[in-house]
């Protein structure tokens, strides 16, 4: 089993859906919870992290963390099509400083 | 602030040709990483390197050799390219944040081994 699970599926909605992206992880010593964002053709760049259980809101995004069940969420309200990128989890934590990603899903936002 | 900056931007090596990736960053950070991102397979630790004189093997190290020649440069070489080389390689440095750990990427390098 991987240390970090996120089905790679393509997700295509339509602008104002609300779009939902989770992740499961095995790991209990992951600490840190963190979500990439990655255009096309560039590199991917953080989008929100939280350390504990429970929901953290920046704008139309809601990244949520239940550690009982080693799983995390993505939420975004109203969407735009320039949220249209890959949405990469990624968790850190337990004594070394390496990261453990997922492998990403592709999201497009159509007009 | 420039961050990290990968280059050369884009690459086509024949098959058994040599080339080094270079990568640098200007934040002081200790940890640098080198991936590669295929599709369906997500980021791919290829090698790492924890501290300035320190490197070490990630998930998928055959074939690659890594360099870090100071706190700011952390080097990928391929000795002898093969066309299952071919992918996109990130670079990425990163800083601790309470107990967790941030990384910061560059914009990558595409690699084609013909």
């Known amino acids: 089993q991987k240390e970090v699970e996120q089905d790679p599926g393509p997700l295509s909605v339509p602008e104002g859906a609300i779009v939902s992206l989770n992740c499961t992880y095995s790991?209990?010593?992951?600490?840190?919870f963190m979500w990439y964002r990655q255009y096309s053709r560039k590199g991917p760049e953080l989008l929100m992290y939280t350390y504990s259980s429970g929901n953290k809101e920046d704008g139309r995004f809601t990244a949520q963390v239940d550690k009982s069940s080693k799983y995390i969420s993505l939420f975004i309200r109203d969407s735009q099509p320039s949220d249209s990128a890959t949405y990469l989890c990624a968790m850190s934590g337990g004594g070394n400083n390496r990261l453990a990603f997922g492998k990403g899903n592709q999201v497009v936002v159509i007009p | 602030n420039a961050g990290v900056t990968q280059t050369p931007k884009f690459q086509v090596l024949k098959t058994g040709q040599s080339m080094t990736l270079q990568c640098a960053q200007d934040m002081n950070h200790n940890s640098m990483y080198w991936y590669r991102q295929d599709p369906g397979m997500g980021l791919r630790l290829i090698y790492y390197s924890a501290s300035e004189g320190t490197t070490d093997k990630g998930e998928v190290p055959n074939g690659y050799n890594v360099s870090r020649l100071n706190k700011r440069e952390f080097s990928l070489r391929l000795e002898s390219a093969a066309p299952s080389q071919t992918s996109v390689y990130f670079c990425?440095?990163?800083?601790?944040?309470?107990?967790?750990?941030?990384?910061?990427f560059g914009q990558g390098t595409r690699l084609t081994v013909v």
């Open positions: 990425a440095s990163t800083r601790i944040v309470g107990q967790g750990t941030e990384a910061f």
């Open positions: 790991n209990s010593a992951f600490q840190y």
